[in-house]
């Protein structure tokens, strides 16, 4: 008689994005003659870079022919591509990341949901609140989060890192010492970077604790700041206390293409002196079977001076519309932060409207959709996240629907 994995009905009924995609498509088959924008969901918008393309349909050739064909990609990614992102990424922001530290995967998503796999389950993790929903949900299905509280929206065993507008949404350290901390720099929803200082201040935590940072800088590419490290390894002693998971979806625009890595240090050690840079290898040669040779070929033009140059077209494009989307939102008179460092703003919701109440009104009154803020967690309660990843155009529209709006 089978018997399913007794964490899985804990997870609550329905995925943030899914119950979106519901209200979103009732409201639609209701009004079909309301154009809707949406400023919801974190995907991009404009087209592959004129680099990748060429370097995926070279790749195509180079595989269609017997003499180039490539099979299984190498367990941990192909060295062109992990010595050029430790060259870039990594050694020019003065980071000692060696390519056989870097593990090439599909996406950051896999990543942050599957690294905590090497773990006991008896770690207690801690999250920032709001949260990107993947880091509480992986570890609800392993059976460490303990249980549910629907009223409070929290997780028993969870250990929880409020960003709120007195801490100006940076975490502080806790009370309780978590074994695994999740950071999230550019944040996903919050929009909010974290510092030299401030993240300095978690290395050295996490070292004394002998704690683990999993640090997801999928929006790295995003900094404006100077003060605003790209990577973990640029605070001195990371590399003793961090696992760094990073994504070409936002970078690069390859969300459909699928690319990331994560980078687990070869100092990284338990207390015991167990190192998790051989049990990653274990891990992922068992239950990876890599990635194809057109995207880490993709990947790998990126970084080309060309690549270089579509990104930064890219990013400027996005993060004009994070520019109109803030000043639209103070001209509406909402208080909003984030857009900065980061394609996200978080707004505060107004006339004391719960964030659910707020998407409804949006939805129903001008066809507009975002995220409301407490799919991430108690303290998005009252928040609302939008994006800049739509075209300019679509954005003036939203801001201009806003801008006439009454809401409460
Ligand atoms: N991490 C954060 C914080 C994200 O917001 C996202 C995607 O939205 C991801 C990871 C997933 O990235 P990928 O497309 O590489 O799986």
Redesign the pocket.
């Known amino acids: 008689m089978f018997q399913i994995n007794e964490n899985y009905p804990k997870l609550p009924g329905s995925y943030l994005f899914s119950e979106i995609g519901r209200r979103v498509n009732a409201f639609q088959k209701e009004h079909p003659e309301q154009e809707i924008i949406r400023l919801g969901i ?1 995907d991009v918008t404009r087209p592959l870079m004129p680099s990748v393309v060429r370097a995926m349909h070279a790749a195509v050739d180079e595989m269609s022919r017997a003499e180039t064909f490539r099979g299984y990609a190498p367990e941990q990614g192909y060295e062109f591509l992990r010595t050029r992102i430790a060259r870039h990424d990594f050694a020019s922001r003065g980071c000692d990341i060696s390519p056989d530290e870097i593990f090439v995967s599909d ?4 990543d ?1 949901s599957n690294i905590q796999e090497i773990f006991s389950t008896d770690c207690r993790i801690a999250v920032g609140d709001p949260v ?1 929903p ?1 880091y509480v949900d992986a570890n609800v299905m392993a059976g460490r989060a303990g249980e549910y509280d629907p009223d409070t929206l929290r997780w028993s065993r969870v250990i929880y890192l409020p960003c709120t507008e007195e801490n100006g949404f940076v975490p502080e350290l806790p009370e309780e010492t978590p074994d695994l901390i999740y950071l ?1 720099s550019p944040n ?1 929803p919050t929009g909010t970077a974290m510092n030299r200082q401030e993240l300095q201040k978690w290395v050295d935590y996490a070292n004394r604790e002998h704690a683990v940072i999993l640090f ?1 800088a ?2 790295e590419a995003y900094i404006h700041e100077n003060n605003i490290p790209h990577s973990i390894f640029e605070c001195p002693g990371a590399k003793t206390c961090a696992i760094e ?1 990073r ?4 970078t690069a625009g ?2 459909g293409v ?3 890595y994560t980078v687990v240090p070869r100092e990284l050690v338990t207390a015991g002196g167990q190192a998790l840079h051989p049990l990653w290898i274990r891990r992922q040669s068992t239950r990876f079977n890599g990635v194809s040779y057109i995207q880490q070929q993709a990947g790998a033009a990126v970084y080309t001076e060309e690549g270089q140059r579509e990104v930064e077209e890219s990013i400027a494009y996005y993060m004009e519309n994070a520019k109109r989307i803030r000043e639209g939102l103070q001209a509406a008179g909402f208080t909003a932060s984030g857009g900065v460092n980061a394609p996200y703003i978080w707004l505060k919701t107004p006339g004391g409207l719960s964030s659910w109440q707020f998407f409804d009104q949006l939805l129903e009154q001008y066809g507009l959709v975002g995220t409301p803020g407490a799919g991430f967690g108690a303290c998005g309660e009252g928040y609302f996240r939008l994006t800049a990843f739509g075209s300019h155009e679509n954005t003036d529209r939203a801001m201009e629907r806003l801008r006439r709006g009454t809401f409460g």
């Open positions: 974190g996406g950051a998503k896999c942050v990107y993947v999230c996903n997801d999928a929006y998971i994504s070409f979806s936002k390859f969300t699928r690319l990331g």
